[in-house]
Structure formats: structure tokens, C-alpha cells
């Protein structure tokens, strides 16, 4: 099945700076690739996502990209604020079994975002 | 997102009790996930259902069973709790084949004594 790694664990950044968040994944078939944000006490929620046939995808502050060859993606946070501090989890659709797929989640990093 | 939600939101049991997890939604999705978090383990899938008829296992099904009573209902079912089931669970519903965004309910804190 797929195994998706994702880092730094933790990641502390002052305002205005740039963060950048790594995750690698096993599975060649997979093609979706999500990003989602979790704020303290609350539920994850997308932010921005790619699909394999994409090398890049911006929406203002936040972008993603992929490389389908060494199959990592990355999602770069820049001009960051405080309220961007949360945890971040990436995901890859990946088959799972038969023909079900299913995502596989990074275990997060927490971005802290101090003034 | 108030169109999926979970009861309860808190719930402190005791070890060998019967819990059950409840999750609804009104976004109209096939497809809906029960997950649990573990502090540094992320988002691991318990069980998924693609419809009333499919119930799938996911990768930590022991210990859990699930049940999809319609279209807009799936609940998370702990036979007998343990301590080391003591987590965050999410639900999670989806709308494109094969997983696509998943849109998560607001949790619930179980803790298992």
C-alpha cells in the first residue's frame, strides 16, 4: 500500500517568512495529491491540492508542487502570518486494495508562526 | 463544516464498555471514512463505505466495527474499549470516485479509562 512521509515534524518560522513543508510517496499510481490545514481544536480542511498530470498549482500565499519522478510534493507557505499556524497534513491517493483507493495521510507538521 | 457532524463531541468510558460514534451528513456524499488521530501518527483510516450496501476495513479495523444505517449516516461502533483506543475520530465524507477531498466532521475526544 502507500506510504507517504512528511517533514519537518515541527517547524517554527518568524512572520513574513517563507515555510516549506516536504512529503514522498511510494505508490507510482498515485495521482491526487491534498493538503490540508488543522487549526487547534478543530477539523482538517483542504487548502490546496494537485493532481498528477500538474507540476505546479498556486492560490495566493499557498502553492504545491510535484515531482511525479522522484515522486515528492511539497507545499510552500510565503509571506506567512500568524494565523497560519496549524498543523499541516499532506495526503496521496493511492490504490489500496482491489479497485478501492484510498488516502494516505502524513503524520503532519506544526508550523508555528511567531510575530 | 456544519454539513458533517459527529455526537458525541466528548465522551470519557470505562475499559470493557460499548461505545458507539455517530457521524451524519447533509452534503449528499456516497462515500464517508471513519479515521482516528493519534498525537505524531497523523490521520489513520479505521473503516470507509462507498455506499449503504459496501463496508470496507481499513488499516486499524480491530477492535471497531461500523455500521451505515442510509446514505447520510455511518456510525463507529468500539465492542468493548480499551485503553489504547483513547483518541481523536473523525469522520469524513467524499464526493468524487476513489477519495477525492475528504470533508471532515468536528471530532470526538474519546478517552478510555
Known amino acids: 500500500g502507500e506510504n507517504v512521509e512528511q517533514h519537518p515534524s515541527t517547524l517554527s518560522v518568524q512572520e513574513g517568512d517563507s515555510a516549506v513543508i516536504k512529503c514522498t510517496y511510494s505508490?507510482?499510481?498515485?495521482?491526487?495529491f491534498p493538503w490540508y490545514k488543522q487549526e487547534l481544536g478543530k477539523r482538517p480542511q483542504l487548502i490546496i491540492d494537485?493532481?498528477?498530470?500538474?507540476g505546479e498549482k498556486k492560490d495566493q500565499r499557498i502553492a504545491v508542487t510535484l515531482n511525479k519522478t522522484a515522486k515528492h510534493f511539497s507545499l510552500h507557505i510565503t509571506e506567512t502570518q500568524p494565523e497560519d499556524s496549524a498543523v499541516y497534513f499532506c495526503a496521496a491517493r493511492g490504490r489500496f486494495t482491489g479497485s478501492n483507493y484510498k488516502q494516505t495521510f502524513g503524520k503532519g507538521t506544526l508550523l508555528t508562526v511567531n510575530p | 463544516d456544519a454539513d458533517v457532524t459527529q455526537t458525541p463531541r466528548n465522551r470519557i468510558t470505562k475499559t470493557g464498555k460499548r461505545i458507539m460514534l455517530e457521524c451524519s451528513q447533509t452534503k449528499g456524499h456516497d462515500r464517508m471514512y471513519w479515521y482516528r488521530q493519534d498525537p505524531g501518527l497523523g490521520l489513520r483510516l479505521i473503516y470507509y463505505?462507498?455506499?449503504?450496501?459496501?463496508?470496507n476495513k481499513g488499516e486499524i479495523s480491530d477492535g471497531y466495527s461500523v455500521s451505515r444505517q442510509a446514505q447520510a449516516k455511518f456510525s463507529l461502533s468500539l465492542e468493548s474499549a480499551i485503553p489504547n483506543q483513547t483518541a481523536l475520530y473523525f469522520c469524513?465524507?467524499?464526493?468524487?470516485?476513489?477519495?477525492?477531498?475528504?470533508?471532515f466532521g468536528p471530532g470526538t475526544r474519546l478517552t478510555v479509562l
Open positions: 469524513a465524507t467524499s464526493d468524487l470516485p476513489g477519495a477525492g477531498t475528504q470533508y
Open positions: 463505505s462507498f455506499d449503504v450496501k459496501d463496508i
Open positions: 494537485i493532481r498528477s498530470n500538474v
Open positions: 505508490d507510482s499510481a498515485s495521482n491526487y
